[in-house]
């Protein structure tokens, strides 16, 4: 039976997390999106940039905040093929990010339904409503490939 | 009686603070330290650079990592005048930092004693060495002075 297709951003995305496996970075991408059209977009790179930060998230936060000249990304979607850790929750919270959509689950560096479980914080200044699981085999599926290539 | 002085890259991290206060930023300042110099500082300044993550750590872990062109801080030192919230908190693990000595608390938006308390989390990927306090009443003096003057 054939799958529901999922969102173009989320296939982006995806598509994001596959040139980060190419350079030899955890595969993990993300894509903002405002009325319909991506703004920005990132894939994890922390050794290419020589950046901490750089998470797919962040990335792609940072360069959507840019190209709107606003610090805060109001009615914006962000699609990430991994649930976010807690600097990235933490970041879509600080840009106050409408709408999460991410795939796989990150039981050892989440940070939404993981660990700091950011957004339930009472402290918290925002809280995006969170979608999971979309397009989650497949993000799951290019860490488990990029991880057992290392061993 | 004379207070015992602040050490050096506290010190020039509420000048960094006072930095962001004249330019219109909530004044919040910090300082990256290896073997006793400075490789990379930075303020607040999310309203500046259009972008959301642009916080005192964030800017100074950033600036340290490019210049050591190396991802992880090993063995290095972060002053910042408050209290991390959650994202830099994990910017701070991300980057290995060593020892991470902060100024004043923050009930409202912090991250390591308060709200998701990022390094007690049993899946937090390293843990610095926390020591709080240190020019603390400097620090909250910059903020009460900051935002008095915008009510």
Redesign the interface.
């Known amino acids: 039976m054939p799958q529901f297709p999922l969102p173009e951003p989320m296939r982006r995305a995806l598509d994001l997390a596959k040139t980060a496996a190419d350079r030899g970075e955890v595969p993990v991408g993300a894509v903002v999106v405002k009325d319909g059209a991506i703004i920005g977009e990132g894939h994890n790179r922390?050794?290419e940039?020589?950046?901490?930060?750089?998470h797919a998230e962040?990335v792609a936060?940072?360069a959507a905040?840019?190209k709107?000249?606003?610090?805060?990304?109001e009615g914006c979607d962000l699609y990430v093929t991994l649930e976010p850790?807690?600097?990235?929750?933490?970041?879509i919270?600080?840009?106050?990010i409408a709408r999460l959509y991410y795939g796989a689950d990150d039981?050892?560096?989440?940070?939404v339904i993981?660990?700091?479980?950011?957004f339930t914080?009472?402290?918290?200044?925002h809280r995006p409503e969170v979608y999971d699981g979309i397009g989650a085999g497949e993000a799951a599926g290019l860490l488990k490939d990029f991880f057992a290539a290392r061993r």
Chains 1, 2 share one sequence.
């Open positions: 922390p050794r940039s020589h950046d901490p930060t750089a962040i936060i940072r905040a840019a709107l000249g606003n610090e805060r990304l850790c807690a600097m990235c929750a933490g970041a919270a600080h840009a106050r039981p050892k560096g989440g940070g993981h660990g700091p479980r950011v914080q009472p402290t918290v200044h």
